[in-house]
């Protein structure tokens, strides 16, 4: 009887430190959690927090209507902010952004391009804007993201919601961009 005993306590034992394998990483996520801690990211941008949905932000495209930041398909936004002067290095970074988006191969039509500010004069820029849809807006909410310096390009990167992902200073590479993109798009 005492054996009995003895071997039943053994298997509650047992049975009560499987459930404790199983249970304490959720018990150790639940923890985390309710702390706040945020694994650290691998992004080249700048998280934007607290996180910004512009799906009701009214961006005028050309032809007169807006910008649908909600899609029909799930498609992200890339979104160029151009300073006040968009010329020679303010084109030349749009135009790697594009090929960029181009380098993506089947998952390029999953990344749209949108670019706010004033449109650069010349026919190299006519050449460079061809792939990208020129909006306007006078929304502060998005224009604080903007290079206050003239001839620069800022980025941010909008989800397939309208919520804004991560922003990318002028002085972020596009060959950066370019490596956070293909990790979203793997």
């Given at each position: 009887?005492?054996?009995?005993?003895?071997?039943?306590?053994?298997?509650?034992?047992?049975?009560?430190?499987?459930?404790?394998?199983?249970?304490?990483?959720?018990?150790?996520?639940?923890?985390?959690?309710?702390?706040?801690?945020?694994?650290?990211?691998?992004?080249?941008?700048?998280?934007?927090?607290?996180?910004?949905?512009?799906?009701?932000?009214?961006?005028?495209?050309?032809?007169?209507?807006?910008?649908?930041?909600?899609?029909s398909?799930?498609?992200?936004?890339?979104?160029a902010?151009?300073?006040?002067?968009?010329?020679?290095?303010?084109?030349?970074?749009?135009?790697?952004?594009?090929?960029?988006?181009?380098?993506?191969?089947?998952?390029?039509?999953?990344?749209?391009?949108?670019?706010?500010?004033?449109?650069?004069?010349?026919?190299?820029?006519?050449?460079?804007?061809?792939?990208?849809?020129?909006?306007?807006?006078?929304?502060?909410?998005?224009?604080?993201?903007?290079?206050?310096?003239?001839d620069?390009?800022?980025?941010?990167?909008?989800?397939?919601?309208?919520?804004?992902?991560?922003?990318?200073?002028?002085?972020?590479?596009?060959?950066?961009?370019n490596?956070?993109?293909?990790?979203?798009?793997?």
């Amino acid at each position: 009887m005492t054996e009995n005993i003895v071997d039943a306590r053994r298997g509650r034992r047992q049975l009560l430190l499987i459930v404790a394998v199983f249970l304490t990483p959720f018990a150790l996520a639940a923890l985390l959690a309710v702390s706040g801690w945020v694994p650290k990211a691998r992004s080249h941008g700048e998280p934007i927090v607290p996180q910004q949905n512009f799906g009701q932000l009214l961006v005028r495209i050309a032809g007169g209507g807006a910008w649908p930041w909600r899609a029909s398909t799930p498609k992200f936004t890339l979104v160029a902010l151009a300073g006040p002067d968009c010329s020679v290095s303010c084109l030349g970074k749009l135009d790697l952004l594009h090929r960029a988006q181009i380098g993506l191969t089947q998952s390029s039509d999953k990344l749209r391009l949108l670019y706010i500010g004033n449109v650069p004069g010349g026919s190299a820029a006519a050449a460079v804007m061809t792939a990208w849809t020129v909006g306007h807006t006078r929304a502060p909410r998005l224009l604080h993201y903007a290079p206050q310096k003239s001839d620069r390009v800022a980025v941010l990167l909008v989800a397939a919601d309208g919520t804004a992902i991560v922003h990318y200073p002028s002085s972020v590479s596009v060959a950066d961009i370019n490596k956070d993109l293909r990790r979203l798009f793997r």
